[in-house]
């Protein structure tokens, strides 16, 4: 990766204190670019406590739809990589009022006052959840989009309006990414392959129900890549765009295989008929390769080695606790 580009010096990550900021921002910091970060820590500061002492890292704990600090935040920003959402299906769904006031009607006043601000570039992560169910079809930017769930309308809602809000002062791009995975300093383990990883850890025995179903994994260190890359990439390369950036479509059965291969085959696979909500996502990320060259060098496997590292060096041992699960967290901290 190259030199921070000139015309960018300071970014605002949103969310940053997430699963994805949490590698994310070392990456911008070790670029030389500075960073704020702004986070309501709903989960924890685990991902960014250690960031601290960097000069060019500064935070400032507050919640997105409190429009006095969301314009606070902006002095000299040059760029916003908006992190900050209620960040699942099942999370979202506890209050769809509460997720949309976070997920979509944030997004306007941020913009606005961004623009005011001299704000130039924003990247908005979104996900393959707007494609809904496909069945074995690989589907691409040009498909429609069918979103069933809360998490994923406000998604589609706000890739329109980036879209609309997108100009030649403001370059605004969506990325829609696959399930992310591996290890962070504020670890998920609500993500496919990080839970299957932990569960199998644990019990040393993994029930698959169906297993034949496809859902798209993409590894943090790729996705934080992009997101890198999005920042650097020229500004007609991106502007107004929607890029999948959904990594391997893998078969569950495939991630618990490649789990029982890392953990030396002590692991008790068993076979269980598939469940009522087998969803099968199978998604293109050609554009992104074609235009601009991203490509995931990362593998599944990857993912399982280095959670699996982070267990043995201590870093964490009980993958039940609610800060490694979004549901679970919010329910505690009574914000439903
Ligand atoms: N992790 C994935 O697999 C994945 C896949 C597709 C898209 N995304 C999107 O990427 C973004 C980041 O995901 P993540 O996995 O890092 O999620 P995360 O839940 O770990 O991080 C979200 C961060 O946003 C913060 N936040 C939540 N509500 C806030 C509010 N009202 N004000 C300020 N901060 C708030 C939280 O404290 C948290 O630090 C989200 O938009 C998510 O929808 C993630």
Redesign the pocket.
């Known amino acids: 990766m190259g030199k921070a580009l000139k015309e960018i010096k300071k970014i605002l990550v949103?969310?940053?204190?997430?699963?994805?900021?949490?590698v994310l921002v070392p990456k911008l910091l070790h670029l030389g670019y500075e960073v704020k970060v702004?986070?309501?820590?709903?989960?924890s500061n685990s991902?960014i406590k250690d960031l601290f002492g960097n000069p060019l890292f500064s935070f400032i704990e507050?919640?997105?739809?409190?429009l006095e600090k969301v314009k606070q935040s902006l002095n000299e920003v040059d760029c916003i990589i908006?992190?900050?959402?209620?960040?699942?299906d099942p999370?979202a769904e506890l209050d769809q009022s509460l997720t949309r006031?976070?997920?979509y009607d944030?997004y306007l006043p941020l913009i606005q006052y961004a623009k005011k601000a001299g704000v130039h570039r924003f990247i908005n992560?979104?996900?393959?959840?707007v494609y809904g169910i496909n069945f074995d079809n690989y589907v691409n930017e040009n498909d429609p989009v069918n979103p069933l769930t809360e998490?994923a309308r406000c998604?589609v809602k706000s890739e329109v309006l980036i879209k609309e809000q997108s100009s030649s002062d403001f370059t605004a791009v969506s990325l829609?990414?696959?399930?992310?995975?591996g290890w962070?300093s504020?670890m998920?383990f609500d993500?496919s392959v990080n839970t299957l990883t932990a569960v199998a850890l644990n019990n040393k025995r993994l029930t698959v129900w169906g297993g034949g179903q496809k859902r798209p994994q993409?590894h943090i260190d790729d996705?934080t890549n992009f997101f890198v890359s999005l920042v650097m990439a020229p500004s007609i390369k991106i502007n107004g765009k929607i890029f999948n950036a959904a990594g391997h479509n893998t078969e569950v059965m495939q991630i618990a295989e490649t789990i029982k291969k890392v953990l030396n085959n002590d692991l008790e696979l068993i076979s269980a008929p598939p469940r009522e909500d087998e969803r099968s996502y199978c998604v293109s990320s050609e554009l992104i390769e074609k235009e601009l060259g991203l490509f995931p060098k990362k593998t599944i496997e990857d993912a399982v080695i280095d959670i699996v590292k982070a267990y043995h060096e201590g870093k964490w041992n009980n993958y039940l606790l609610p800060i490694y699960n979004?549901v679970k967290q919010i329910k505690e901290n009574k914000l439903t």
């Open positions: 949103t969310g940053g204190a997430g699963y994805i900021g949490s702004f986070d309501n820590l709903t989960y991902g507050a919640d997105i739809r409190d908006h992190l900050a959402a209620i960040s699942n999370s006031e976070i997920n944030a992560p979104s996900s393959i959840g998490y998604k829609r990414c696959g399930t992310v995975c962070s504020r998920r993500l993409i996705i979004n």
